[in-house]
């Protein structure tokens, strides 16, 4: 099953965030709990894990965007070799979420 | 049977009737066991009772008010006693965010029924450590029950309900009504927390009077009363959850509203009154309320300023003829 | 200590530290309305001591509580959903992260305010010994709290009633931002004991064995009516303050030295070099764990929130 990872608040006062850097490249397996990314926030710079074990699907969002709202999708992790439409799995987690 | 005894008296009693029908209830505080209390309000208890259930704390107010919150939420019916309102200072996260908190934060599956006493206002010259009457601070902290009796029998009808009720309740004692004498039934009795009494019926005006100033207001009315000046006294007695209605019909019939109070005056439990009279009653209302309170200064010690900074009976008919004269 | 426990404290370990986990996931995906305060690091202590508690023994806990409750017996999804402020919470979403409460476990509150869950526990103690029990309190709090005077006038007045109480003090370092060295008079915060003329030990947290032998020597005491001890387990807090805290106060090095000490890598090792367990079977009872975890996450994030006028319920109105 595919999952969204959003733009992660980390901390009461962070409203959105940068990404500083990808530790994983579009195809390439991830644990949960590795460290997938690091943002940069209204206080630090911070490490950011995986939420789930697969492969990093697609990339939605890098350095170049600035800043991303918290929340926003900014990847999509997938189940090995499981194919995917990156539109209807933003829109479906969209959908669940309410917004 | 009722018989005439003293303030200190009734309170002790009710004490006393609540510890013999309830093995739970038991009183902490420094200096509660053998020596029977700062004012002497649990004299012959511990005699009765013994130290198990009279405990002689350090003066730790802190750990008093919260060994109290945790041995309430055991199911024991502590009476903390904490000697001053001044020193309920040192005790004000126990009382507010812990005692007043825990039964709604855990949506109910605890509960807090614990009575914390403690001393309040003027008595000669306790200065500025030991004259407080900001009760204020507690009604304005939710799960907090205010009570402040100003009669002998009050004080036995509430310390009971205090006692009984399932939430922690402010059980605040006048020092200048310890000695006061009046009619007090024998037998255990209830008054009911939330329930107002009108101590003088009149006509012309309301005062709203609490703990010592429904005293002076009586003294005051009565010599209103040769004047021509009909007023009604009010006493809420439970300061929090306060009995509305009945202040609302008063009104409704004079007109007119002075609140008297020991408290200070901004955000104090008169401009509560007043306001809530003048959101539920404007069209009842003749004239502007007002209210008489102790001046905005810390307590002084020398006599003449302290007298000078207080409501007296005096001030309490001034200020009845001064609303009275004042524009419709 | 038999193997069947060794091998509990190890569940009830992994237990917590996978819920903590799976909170730092939802807090980071906007499912925990408020700052989290994860106790990822400090599990040995929890469970060291909760495991020799009867369900009629009690707690009280700091804002740093989720793995007491866990400890104590409070189920997963209850504690998570709490957590997320739903409806199905411990609390029905009136306590949140740093109030919860399972009274009927002996759960009588994760307090928020640092050190004010200390008298509460020696309360909860009196009422134990008033009431002719031979049940006990426990106090669980960091090392900031000692510093305050909630900690030093419990513990002077259960000395003096001799209560049944245990006073935990979690030293995981740091007091929010602050350094224990900068912020704390002793070398040892179990030598404080001696001013209230109580036992007081200083024990490794995070080994569950060493937490675990001195709660029974405290439990000892305070079911015979001896009275308190004061236990001090150091250990540390590998997570920020709360969730999104850099940290950036610690010392180099300090972490990834503390990352190296872990308590349930420590119980691990031992297990399989006393023979109680094999890789396998923990492997197993991570993922068990694991599951546990991912199932309450999804029970919180479906469950509803509660009406906005049950706010009301439970305060005296006008």
């Known amino acids: 099953m595919a999952h969204v990872i959003v733009m992660p608040r980390l901390g009461q006062t962070m409203e959105a965030g940068e990404i500083v850097e990808w530790m994983k490249n579009e195809g390439d397996a991830v644990q949960k709990g590795e460290i997938l990314m690091s943002i940069q926030t209204d206080k630090a710079t911070l490490e950011v894990e995986a939420d789930y074990s697969g492969v990093l699907a697609k990339i939605l969002a890098t350095p170049e965007n600035g800043e991303i709202p918290c929340f926003e999708p900014i990847a999509i992790i997938a189940?090995?070799?499981?194919?995917?439409?990156?539109?209807?799995?933003?829109?479906e987690f969209r959908s669940k979420e309410g917004a | 049977m009722a018989r005439r005894i003293r303030f200190i008296e009734a309170l002790r009693e009710g004490m006393r009737q609540e510890m013999e029908r309830d093995p739970s209830v038991f009183i902490m505080g420094e200096g509660v066991g053998p020596h029977g209390s700062a004012f002497k309000q649990t004299d012959g208890l511990c005699a009765q009772f013994g130290e198990e259930r009279l405990r002689d704390t350090p003066?730790?107010?802190?750990?008093?008010?919260?060994?109290?919150?945790g041995a309430a939420m055991m199911g024991m019916r502590p009476i903390a006693d904490l000697m001053w309102i001044d020193f309920s200072m040192l005790a004000m996260d126990q009382i507010c965010n812990q005692a007043a908190k825990l039964r709604y934060i855990s949506n109910g599956q605890v509960k807090v029924p614990l009575v914390y006493r403690m001393s309040t206002g003027k008595s000669k010259s306790n200065a500025a450590h030991h004259s407080g009457s900001f009760y204020s601070w507690f009604i304005n902290t939710p799960g907090l029950k205010v009570v402040l009796p100003s009669t002998p029998n009050d004080a036995k009808g509430l310390i009971?309900?205090?006692?009984?009720?399932d939430d922690p309740v402010i059980y605040l004692e006048h020092k200048l009504l310890f000695n006061v004498r009046g009619d007090v039934p024998e037998e255990p009795f209830a008054i009911p927390l939330g329930v107002a009494e009108v101590k003088r019926e009149g006509t012309d005006l309301t005062i709203v009077a609490t703990g010592a100033m429904v005293g002076f207001s009586l003294t005051a009315a009565e010599a209103l009363a040769k004047e021509g000046i009909s007023v009604e006294v009010i006493d809420p007695r439970t300061l929090m959850p306060y009995d509305g209605a009945t202040i609302l019909t008063s009104v409704r019939k004079t007109g007119n509203l002075l609140c008297v109070e020991e408290g200070f005056r901004y955000c104090g439990f008169g401009s509560e009154i007043i306001a809530f009279v003048v959101e539920n009653a404007m069209d009842s209302l003749r004239r502007p309320p007002r209210q008489l309170t102790t001046m905005h200064t810390t307590i002084p010690f020398s006599p003449p300023m302290e007298d000078y900074v207080f409501p007296n009976p005096e001030r309490v008919a001034a200020a009845v003829r001064a609303l009275l004269k004042s524009e419709a | 200590m038999d193997n069947a426990m060794k091998v509990r404290l190890l569940e009830t370990m992994l237990n917590i530290r996978k819920a903590e986990l799976q909170l730092a996931i939802l807090y980071k995906n906007g499912k925990v309305p408020c700052a989290a305060h994860l106790y990822e690091g400090q599990e040995a202590i929890a469970a060291g001591v909760c495991a020799q508690l009867r369900v009629d023994d009690c707690l009280t806990s700091t804002h740093r509580g989720?793995?007491?409750?866990?400890?104590?017996?409070?189920?997963?999804?209850?504690?998570i959903a709490e957590v997320c402020a739903r409806k199905t919470g411990c609390c029905g979403g009136k306590g949140g992260t740093m109030h919860?409460?399972?009274?009927?476990?002996?759960?009588?509150?994760t307090i928020g305010i640092v050190g004010a869950g200390i008298p509460v526990a020696t309360g909860i103690a009196l009422a134990m010994k008033m009431q002719k029990t031979d049940r006990v309190a426990v106090s669980f709090f960091g090392d900031g709290a000692a510093n305050n005077g909630a900690f030093h006038e419990s513990l002077n007045l259960a000395s003096v009633w001799k209560l049944p109480v245990i006073f935990v003090?979690?030293?995981?370092?740091?007091?929010?931002?602050?350094a224990v060295w900068r912020s704390t008079s002793v070398e040892k915060i179990g030598d404080r004991a001696a001013s209230y003329s109580i036992p007081g030990v200083t024990v490794d947290g995070n080994c569950v064995d060493e937490v675990y032998a001195a709660t029974e020597a405290a439990l000892s005491r305070a079911r015979t009516g001896q009275g308190p001890t004061l236990i001090e387990a150091v250990t540390y807090r590998v997570r920020g303050h709360y969730e999104g805290d850099d940290a950036a106060y610690r010392k180099q090095g300090e972490l990834t030295e503390a990352r190296e000490h872990d308590p349930i890598e420590y119980w691990k090792q031992k297990l399989i070099e006393d023979g109680v367990?094999?890789?396998?079977?923990?492997?197993a009872l991570a993922a068990k764990a694991e599951a546990e975890a991912e199932e309450a996450a999804a029970f919180a994030v479906d469950s509803p929130f509660p009406a906005p006028e049950e706010a009301l319920i439970l305060t005296a109105q006008i």
């Open chain 3, 277 to 283: 367990l094999r890789e396998e079977d923990f492997a």
């Open chain 3, 169 to 178: 003090c979690e030293n995981n370092r740091y007091a929010t931002s602050v």
């Open chain 2, 59 to 69: 003066i730790s107010e802190l750990a008093i008010a919260g060994t109290a919150v």
């Open chain 2, 160 to 165: 009971i309900s205090a006692i009984r009720d």
């Open chain 3, 100 to 109: 919860l409460f399972k009274p009927d476990i002996g759960v009588m509150g």
């Open chain 1, 79 to 91: 189940a090995p070799g499981e194919s995917i439409d990156v539109e209807q799995v933003v829109k």
């Open chain 3, 66 to 79: 989720h793995g007491h409750c866990i400890a104590k017996g409070m189920p997963m999804k209850e504690m």
